[in-house]
């Protein structure tokens, strides 16, 4: 089995032509055609909620596609927007709920909102992306969780932005040499002690990113020197997306975006 770090670098050492192969593979082609031939004809929350294919592939490209099941808490992120301080996509610290908000805004922009190219190919784009990084980890799983973790990572501006989702946890543990049961400690001793080891602010520099994720696919490497098969996954089995219990989905929908 390819090692994280040879995998890691396989694809982003061209990841136009990665990415590229995605679209063309037809499970991807058929839900990105399907996608964009009727996204246009949404025009409220009630009919991209009554629409079920649409909505998993837009959940599916922003990594939600574990709380598609979820449509109650879908509809109250979508109902609340962006522009509201006190909107649940504002309050949850988790950034991809607030990304889907924006994309999808109808509270602002109404039935305008699906004409915009951020719903369209954006979306397609992000789409593209959550499959190579599925596909990736049916080689290695640490080579998806750090592809994952270079796009998602220099959007989280606290510790507890870390904490909230268990992909970017279970890189950031392991580059840091913490043990996975520091997860049953406190919030406030896990920002704690991520905090004490690593500036976040450090991930949203490219060369130091970089850096990082070497250390992570170094020790991950270390770990599984003698796996014969992938790992099993840390994120659910939708595609790209990540597992947030209802624990901490509950802990964190009070406490701000950033904070």
């Given at each position: ?5 040879a ?166 543990q ?9 997860s ?23 060369a ?6 070497k ?17 099993v ?9 990540v ?17």
């Amino acid at each position: 089995m390819l090692t994280a770090a040879a995998a890691y670098q396989s694809i982003s050492r061209d990841l136009t032509r990665s990415l590229d192969s995605v679209a063309k593979s037809p499970a991807v082609a058929r839900e990105t055609n399907y996608y964009l031939e009727n996204i246009g004809k949404v025009k409220s929350i009630d009919d991209f909620m009554a629409n079920k294919r649409l909505l998993r592939y837009a959940l599916t490209a922003h990594g939600l596609s574990d709380v598609a099941y979820a449509g109650a808490l879908i509809r109250k992120v979508l109902e609340g927007g962006t522009d509201n301080d006190d909107s649940l996509a504002n309050k949850l610290v988790d950034q991809r709920y607030r990304e889907f908000a924006k994309t999808f805004n109808f509270v602002r922009y109404a039935g305008a909102t699906t004409a915009f190219d951020a719903t369209q190919s954006g979306t397609v784009e992000m789409y593209k992306r959550q499959v190579l990084e599925q596909n990736t980890g049916t080689v290695n799983e640490g080579a998806r969780l750090a592809l994952y973790f270079s796009r998602q990572a220099p959007k989280v501006t606290s510790a507890l932005g870390l904490l909230a989702d268990r992909a970017l946890l279970t890189v950031t543990q392991t580059a840091l040499g913490l043990a996975p049961s520091t997860s049953n400690l406190s919030l406030e001793a896990q920002q704690k002690l991520i905090s004490d080891k690593l500036d976040v602010a450090d991930l949203k520099d490219g060369a130091k990113l970089e850096k990082f994720l070497k250390r992570f696919m170094a020790r991950y490497d270390a770990d599984n020197a003698t796996t014969t098969s992938s790992a099993v996954s840390i994120m659910n089995s939708g595609l790209g997306s990540v597992a947030i219990s209802s624990e901490l989905l509950a802990a964190l929908q009070n406490i701000r975006r950033g904070t």
